[in-house]
């Protein structure tokens, strides 16, 4: 997002997106607006769409949509500051030189070269425990027994956390301050406030950025301390969603290979590697994230996920998988036969096998399907769940030509011959839908006055502040088709900015993302606050509807009772209930 008054700001600010956009793609005037063929999704009839006054972009088709700086880095799969210097460079804005660091900025790089200095320290610790010391020795025959000799515990840099409380924190003190250590994660403290060392009694197993610099450490109990694992926290050097276990070794061998083999943890890399497959890498602790994906984009989009074939890693899978294939990878899965992991696989079956299924390890909508028919596939009820549990990934795939030839390859993989659920599964695979649904969607999404209220929220600056008020006030929005999007211009509002679809789109899931956008190109008279009021009315008239049907089940509940006090309480409703109806009836034209 462009900071007010920042560079990108102005270059916002002065850019044309329609001639920006029209490098890319062909433009045709279309009322106020530009239309094309999308560029993100095969179309024959155009349904992307440039908003000249408003600088944004929507594609009705396939739901992208965005501002120029956005359409940028889309289309040259570049940063945000790169699509900025393109942006003004397309419109002949001049770049300002770059300036001299402030003394913030200096300390800022002095620190961060300060934790790499004290990783590269702390990594030469942990190596010498393991080696020279006796808890050290215990820790290599438990390495020895996991098949790692000497050379592959160099080659990795493997090391070992002992069991005293301070042992590395004394180390480090001597070099560096006690500040800098806690910062690392390197230490922390008690309940009383002593510090002490954050691993201890667990193999080491270095983490390094791209570029080779150790940034982090994972550690492994010897015994039954807990948690199993326990890796480095965040810092200024060290974001665990960016950083690929093994990729700086690794991505050599990745770009020969034109693919990569994704696996869960230290150890399988580990095996991996050793048995002679170099373009293996692991995500340090977490969930595979889209800036891990677009790392590995850079590399390869031939992607073979082998994570462990237990519950937890058939939905570490399939939720890699969800973000893999929107980001158009090829991908393929290996599920290990006899519940193994790749360690454990390798050293009891050997690496030449190892290789042989990965060979011929499945696509990944063959190994879905099979997950689905875990599900059964019986009757059609059951064939719907199966399929429903396959549509969200289905939606995923950008290309509508591959989504339609994977609807056919699920209904026949299904044996799914009833012509209503195989129409059904067509219709949603195109239009990118997540669920098969029994009975067609029909209608506009959100009545006039809500759209009409959105659209008055984000172009209006003379009385926007006070409609958001009267909205959050009186809570109108609860319930409605847009009560999300219409919260998150509520909040905008309340922070005293003005909201427009290219800031809260990002927000929204991505049927409401839609909505917004659709919104946000709907054309309308000049806003009026009469026509302000009407619309709130049109909402407190609902609420006031709502109400009443409520209290007609509360009238309902107490009549027939005939203690006093529901007696007071069905007179209190019932002149409620008067109230409500004379006020819908002063509100009706």
């Not at 009322?31 to 179309?43: A, D, I, M, R, T």
């Not at 031939?302 to 991908?331: F, K, W």
């Not at 649904?437 to 759209?451: M, N």
């Not at 905008?492 to 290219?502: L, N, R, S």
Request: hydrophobic letters at 40%; one cysteine or more; aromatic letters at 6%.
């Amino acid at each position: 997002m462009a900071e007010a008054g920042s560079f990108a700001d102005r270059v916002k600010q002065q850019a044309d997106i329609v001639r920006v956009v029209g490098e890319y793609v062909r433009l045709k005037k279309n009322g106020q607006n530009f239309s094309g063929l999308c560029p993100f999704h095969s179309e024959k009839t155009p349904s992307f769409a440039v908003h000249p006054v408003k600088q944004i972009y929507h594609c009705f088709g396939c739901g992208v949509g965005g501002d120029v700086f956005k359409f940028v880095m889309e289309m040259d799969k570049c940063d945000f500051m790169q699509a900025v210097r393109a942006v003004a460079d397309k419109c002949s804005i001049a770049i300002p030189q770059s300036r001299e660091r402030s003394p913030e900025e200096r300390r800022e790089q002095q620190q961060r070269t300060a934790l790499v200095d004290l990783h590269r320290e702390a990594g030469a610790f942990f190596a010498r425990q393991l080696e020279s010391t006796p808890e050290g020795k215990a820790a290599r025959g438990y390495l020895s027994d996991r098949g790692l000799d000497a050379g592959a515990i160099a080659a990795f840099g493997l090391g070992y956390a002992p069991s005293g409380g301070d042992v590395l924190l004394r180390h480090l003190k001597a070099k560096y301050p006690e500040k800098l250590i806690e910062l690392a994660g390197l230490a922390s403290r008690d309940p009383s406030g002593r510090p002490h060392d954050r691993f201890r009694r667990r193999i080491i197993f270095p983490i390094s950025n791209e570029a080779g610099k150790v940034v982090a450490f994972g550690a492994r109990a010897l015994g039954d301390d807990l948690p199993k694992y326990l890796n480095s926290p965040e810092t200024p050097i060290y974001i665990k969603s960016s950083v690929l276990y093994h990729l700086d070794r690794a991505k050599e061998a990745i770009r020969r290979a034109d693919a990569v083999i994704l696996v869960e943890g230290y150890m399988d890399t580990i095996a991996v590697a050793l048995a002679g497959i170099g373009n293996v890498v692991a995500s340090c602790g977490t969930s595979l994230t889209e800036t891990q994906v677009k790392l590995i984009s850079r590399f390869t989009r031939r992607i073979m996920v082998n994570y462990d074939p237990d519950t937890a890693g058939q939905a570490a899978t399939e939720r890699s998988l969800a973000i893999l294939l929107e980001h158009n990878c090829d991908v393929r899965v290996l599920a290990l036969p006899g519940g193994k992991d790749p360690d454990t696989f390798i050293r009891t079956e050997g690496a030449a096998t190892y290789r042989k299924l990965l060979e011929e390890a499945p696509p990944y909508l063959d190994y879905l399907i099979g997950r689905a028919r875990q599900l059964g596939v019986a009757g059609a009820e059951q064939k719907l769940r199966a399929m429903n549990f396959l549509l969200p990934f289905v939606q995923r795939i950008p290309n509508a030509l591959l989504r339609s030839e994977w609807a056919s390859r699920i209904a026949q993989q299904l044996t799914i011959d009833e012509p209503v659920l195989r129409e059904a599964l067509r219709r949603a695979a195109a239009e990118r839908r997540s669920e098969v649904k029994t009975q067609p969607v029909t209608g506009r999404a959100a009545k006039p006055a809500e759209r009409r209220l959105v659209q008055m929220l984000m172009e209006t600056n003379d009385f926007r502040v006070r409609l958001a008020e009267e909205i959050r006030a009186q809570e109108l929005h609860r319930g409605l088709e847009t009560e999300k999007i219409l919260s998150a211009l509520l909040e905008v509002c309340a922070a005293g900015e003005a909201p427009d679809a290219t800031t809260v789109g990002p927000k929204l899931d991505d049927k409401n993302r839609r909505l917004l956008f659709e919104m946000a190109f709907e054309s309308g008279a000049e806003s009026s606050w009469e026509e302000a009021e009407s619309c709130l009315e049109v909402l407190r008239c609902r609420k006031s509807e709502e109400e009443l049907a409520v209290v007609q089940r509360q009238i309902e509940a107490c009549a027939g009772s005939g203690t006093e006090g529901d007696a007071d309480e069905l007179r209190t409703l019932q002149a409620r209930k008067l109230e409500l109806r004379r006020r819908l009836a002063k509100a009706a034209p």
